[in-house]
């Protein structure tokens, strides 16, 4: 008897190799030749500026720190969700206290500006 | 010799799917896209190769591997190449949890995972690693911005999108895929859960990329945004990642809320089939119909009105499943 996770990682195994496997194929049988412009990273046609790899202004990073709060509270909601009926009324209780503080927190960001596009 | 029997069923298992989602999701899916998009706008479609045109994606795919392979001079190599590979198999993950149908012998899984919506959930996530690497490496200043839109777009509907699986998790009690399913022998989800099916479908379409959320490689700003520098067949690669996913949201939405397998009369691969096409459609459908989002009234939209409607419906089911059905 393999695990369960066996069973992944087999299908992820093989999976990267059926899926390289097309690469293979192209790398054998699709043409090649050397034409310098060809080469040149595409921009509307025209020679291009710079690199692409600069400082460029993420304007969620606020959005991207409030969802990892949020991430982690679905996580802890997972587990939450599969018991909650065999603990009755209580478990029901304790996981809305431990919402309506998730959702003042929202409240708060949003309330401050952090969700708004800057 | 057990284990080298398992061994090989699920060599054989994983082969079958992955032809099966290349295949029939895919080239049939991208045929499917171009005939509905034609008749919702009074086009044909293509209809020349093959019988009503049904070869034509057959016929691009072949054309797809003879194309050269192009390689900018500026790209990061390896990250260049990886993010083939990474986005299909991320898209491809998400079917180990996918319930086909039901025979004699059990039902038909590939592993019925004792926490198959998390692994779901963690599976349809990864696809933005693969985005953000083409973006990344392409050095590209498109694809640059459709790789960082769509982790924007990930960070934003992947909490929608965890809530209404929690949510349904709750009402079966369980986090397999196959015990969800039988859950829903009475009733399926939806008439219990209309609100959370919608957030699922519309987070859905949101993770996968399609219209109206569809920043990532939005044609008319972005040229193809993340996959911009990318020809034939890895061109092709990357149409199997986006494809695959939607197919596998469908499959999920229809695990999840539609009843899986069951059904009157046919048999249950049968109906789990008509079910997804009929999903497919409506993505199709959709896309079809609204303009696309603006960036910030994409990411708005979730924050303020998808996250606080889904904590909200998870609280009111959690009440009636936990405390008033007692």
Known sequence: MLLDWGYVAIFALVGAGMVTLPLLIIW??????????????????????????????????????????????????????????????????????????LVLGLAYAWRRGALEWT | MDWLWDVLRALVGTIIIFSAVAFIAVMFGVLLERKISAWMQSRLGPKHVGPQGLLQTVADTIKLLQKENIVPNRADRLIFASAVVVVPLAALLDYVVIPFGVTRSGPLIFRDLNIGVLYFAATSSLVVIGILMAGWGSNNKYALLGGLRSAAQMVTYEIPIGLALVTVALMAGSLSTVTIVNGQARLW???????????????????????????????????????????????ALFQLGEYGEMFAMAAMAVTLFLGGWRGPVLPPVLWFVIKLYALIFVFMWVRWTYPRFRIDQMLNFSWKILIPVSVLNLVVTAFFVVVAHR
Not at chain 1, 30 to 48: A, I, L
Not at chain 1, 72 to 98: C, H
Not at chain 2, 194 to 203: H, K, N, Q
């Open chain 2, 189 to 235: 989800y939806i008439v219990a859960q209309p609100v959370a099916f919608l957030i699922f479908l519309i987070a859905a379409i949101a993770e996968v990329n399609r219209v109206p959320f569809d920043l990532v490689e939005a044609e008319s700003e972005l040229v193809a945004g993340y996959f911009s520098e990318y020809s034939g067949m890895r061109f």
């Open chain 1, 28 to 101: 054998l049988i699709s043409p090649r030749s050397d034409y310098p412009q060809k080469f040149e990273t595409y921009e509307s046609g025209v020679p291009t500026i710079g690199q692409a790899w600069s400082q460029f202004h993420v304007r969620y990073y606020l959005f991207s720190l409030v969802f990892v709060v949020f991430d982690v509270e679905i996580i802890y909601l997972y587990p939450w969700a599969v018991v909650a009926r065999s603990l009755g009324t209580l478990a029901f209780w304790e996981m809305l206290v431990f919402l309506v503080i």
